[in-house]
């Protein structure tokens, strides 16, 4: 077995098969590198491209689809690298992708994650959303990136080209040990698709362990393939499984206040949906939070078994102060203008 398993998730993918796996084949021949397919029972011809067009490729069929957390935990519990890499199928990768990254884990034991720099497809004098040249997050559990703050993307001028410790790394091509993935218990299923990457990675944090971004590595992403970034449903993901976040990870001190600020602060932007009329949005953060309250019981459970497995409570990664305040009233729109 290779060192390396790069695992790409698939769910009635084909076209992204076909006009992106061409990349990550002919840019990922390396004696330690491996590249698996993990299928979320397609019905589409997905299953066949691949027997057809790539037959030496590994391919985990799943029985169902299980959503981007659950059915990444189902293929990699299957397989036995010291290293994953999960990538997402609408990335298009670059021909030194992946040796910058796979040397900092053969050279630094103390890092448990990382990501590549990430710049948008469509447009690729740009950073993409979810990612740029890495993750942080503010108090108030509001993620933004090293190159993208809320919808305020930056041009790339290699203004962010250097390695730096980070709060949380893109699930869009993420690379983890493979120990730190089982140990930690993996991505959270329950959040189904969306922040749970973030969740991961804080829980990795609250462990000691160390995360980059290491832009020596190029990638582009599509981003919104699977779920566009308008889509009512997205938002209900995302403001859901926000709090998922926050309830499971919160330092005891400032649990509640932190938690009751970010409720507060939902019921704002639900009345101005409903203001606007994006009557979609309103519902999709009112139904976010009666989701959340019916799993609370089950959330409590999963904090209660990680609560005694913190080892770190403060990370100089997390900004401490709101995001949306430096935003909108600051005038704060790039990663540089924020100091930590």
Not at 38 to 58: K, M
Not at 123 to 131: I, L, V
Not at 201 to 219: D, F, L
């Amino acid at each position: 077995m290779n060192r390396i398993g790069i695992v790409i998730l698939n769910w009635n993918g084909k076209e992204l098969l076909e006009k992106f796996l061409p990349s990550v084949v002919s840019c990922s021949k390396r004696e330690w590198a491996d590249i698996i397919v993990a299928d979320n029972a397609s019905s589409d011809e997905s299953i066949s491209f691949l027997a057809e067009t790539y037959p030496d490729l590994q391919v985990i069929k799943l029985d169902k689809n299980y959503g981007f957390a659950k059915g990444y935990n189902k293929a990699l519990e299957q397989l036995s690298h010291a290293y994953f890499v999960l990538l997402n199928s609408d990335v298009e990768v670059t021909e030194n992708w992946l040796d910058p990254i796979y040397n900092q884990f053969e050279n630094e034991p103390n890092i448990a994650a990382a990501q590549p720099k990430i710049k948008a497809y469509h447009n690729q004098s740009e950073f993409e959303h979810a990612g740029a040249s890495g993750g942080f997050i503010d108090y108030l559990g509001y993620p933004f990136c090293r190159g993208r703050i809320l919808d305020q993307i930056e041009n790339d001028h290699n203004q962010y080209n250097s390695e730096i410790d980070i709060f949380w790394a893109s699930g869009a091509a993420l690379f983890i040990r493979a120990n730190v993935y089982k140990q930690t218990g993996g991505l959270d299923d329950d959040f189904f698709a969306h922040m749970e990457e973030i969740d991961l990675c804080w829980r990795i944090k609250n462990q000691g362990h160390r995360i980059i971004a290491e832009p020596k590595s190029t990638v582009y992403h599509v981003g919104g393939a699977t779920l566009p970034y308008d889509s009512p449903n997205k938002l209900f993901l995302n403001f859901r499984n926000n709090l998922f976040l926050l309830h499971k990870n919160l330092p005891e001190n400032n649990f509640w206040p932190i938690l009751l600020q970010r409720m507060i602060l939902d019921g704002v932007a639900a009345l101005k949906f409903l203001v606007s009329g994006e009557f979609a949005n309103f519902y999709a953060v009112f139904k976010a939070h009666l989701s959340y309250y019916s799993m609370i019981s089950k959330i409590r459970k999963k904090r209660k078994h990680l609560v005694p497995l913190v080892i770190k409570k403060e990370h100089k990664e997390m900004y401490h102060n709101s995001i949306i305040f430096d935003f909108y009233l600051r005038k704060k729109k790039h990663f540089s203008d924020i100091s930590f």
